[in-house]
């Protein structure tokens, strides 16, 4: 089997959100990168297990400059065989795409895999996209995904529900909570990384259509009203007579 | 120039998100003096009350092949029709279908995209939540052809009153590769992304044996149901109850949360909240600053008052 695992690299879960540059930038100054968690917990690790119980090979892309490396290498460390960065700037969803559309279509993945969206700009756009571009079928929020021979039965999320539906190789899926569980690298694994081969290519011509023009952070609360404990009737009253929400 | 929504059914019926989304570009139509079409693909019925968000023309592609869910046949039928009304801006809900079919047409058309806009364009800009609902960012669509994402819950329906005008949309469809096999609901329970209240609880709880309160807590409210991660990963809860960063973003009218500290993870699943109610002994809990209402009080007490104080209001 011949996997692809699109990764992304994504603040920490904890950073403190702040913009510089007049609100037009993220500001990275103090923040922790690491993969994004759907790409790495979900579709990085269902790669793996595929790749353990059928044989092949699994390779990590990412599109960005040589600050990606570190968490490339985690990647690499948690089990991938070998990496492809695209030297590029994350423009936007669909040049990000673009980039791996061009490089992957002519190397005959069975699957390319990407977590559902990231963390940061919670997209969940550019697997879809790259399935349009290579002209594949593409399976979103996805939570389970099995293998028999070139036939994949995969299961969807849906509203209130999963539909669960068959396709062929190759084919491009988003990965969702459910699909896989978190691994943690070990010290061979991590040592492993080192020498793993990371390829870097020069990005292809294409072009994007979006861009950020600037962030604003939400409106502070007014402020919690609270209830006393002895009085939980007037917070039914309040939610009923104030908020209007019951 | 036009404006073309695709607006999605489910189980012959159109969805809530079909008519928030319909309700967006006819608001969007009205704001620039265009005009605007619906499309509805499958085997659905009743598509005139799409007039009622102000939509008054209705494309249906009512092959049964569309039943089957691909969006790549999808995304053709969309692009077609876009085409046929000469559609500049294609609007989708930001749901499970969305999600599959609005970028797959974005690559198609090679369109900008905003994925889970907040509000109604200003011009070429649209803005949305990043960061988890930590900020907000306006993205400016450099293409002529744009394609917008709306997130549920975010743009308040107009209804208008009125019938759409549904005509039929014949496309030949190209065989594609996703072949539903099952579809498998909880149709007892209340879906979590849909559902307008969620009662939820944690750790608080101190253990699975206590979640009658809540269950119970939710029947009163006709609400779902909704749990913090670290009760979900040790098993005291389903998986799917599971919101926050990693698991599922929820934006209901009311959101309850009893002994739940309030980890910026869990606050990124249910920040979109229109209410939200905290209850939890600990008064420095995190989760009291992202609070409308708070109680510092023992769930174990506090919630079965609540359910007493509700059924009251109920019966009264």
Known sequence: MKILVCISKAPDTTAKIAFTDSDTKFDENGVQFVVNPYDEWFALVRGLELKEANGGTVTVINVG???????????????????????????????????????????????????????????????????????APYISLASKLDMSGSVATIEREIEGGVEVVEVNTPFVLSASKGMAEARIPNMRGIMAARSKPLNVIPASEASNSTSIKGFTLPPIKSGCKYVDADNVEELINLLHKEAKAI | MSILI?????????????????????????????????????????????????VSKVLHASDASLDNFDPQKIAYVVAEAAREINADTIIFSHDYTGKAVAPRLAAKLDAGLVTGAIALPNGNLVKKAVFSGKAFAEIEISTSTKIIS??????????????AEVSSFSVDIPSTGVTVKEVKKASS????????????????????????????LGGVLGAALACSRPVADIGWRPHHEHVGQTGIAIRPNLYIAAGISGAIQHLAGVNGSKVIVVINTDSEAPFFKAADYGIVGDAFEVVPKMIEAIKKLKSA
């Open chain 1, 65 to 135: 400059g040589a600050d990606n490396d570190p968490i490339i290498r985690k990647a690499l460390a948690i089990g991938a065989d070998d990496a492809v960065r695209i030297e590029a700037e994350t423009i936007d969803a669909l040049y990000v795409a673009k980039q791996i559309a061009n490089y992957a279509k002519d190397q005959a993945y069975d699957m390319i895999l990407s977590g559902k969206e990231t963390i940061d700009y919670n997209g969940s756009q550019v697997g879809g996209m790259i399935a349009e571009l290579i002209d």
């Open chain 2, 150 to 163: 709306v997130l549920p819950n975010s743009v308040d329906k107009i209804e208008t009153g009125g019938a």
């Open chain 2, 189 to 216: 329970e209340l879906s979590l992304t849909e559902a307008d209240i969620v009662v939820s609880a944690g750790r608080g709880l101190k253990g699975p044996e206590n979640w009658g309160m809540i269950e119970e």
């Open chain 2, 6 to 54: 695709y607006a999605d059914s489910s189980n012959g019926s159109l969805t809530k998100n079909a008519f928030e989304a319909a309700n967006y570009g006819a608001q969007l139509a009205e704001a620039t003096g265009t005009d605007v079409f619906a499309i509805v693909t499958g085997s659905s019925s009743d598509l005139e009350v799409l007039g009622n968000y102000g």
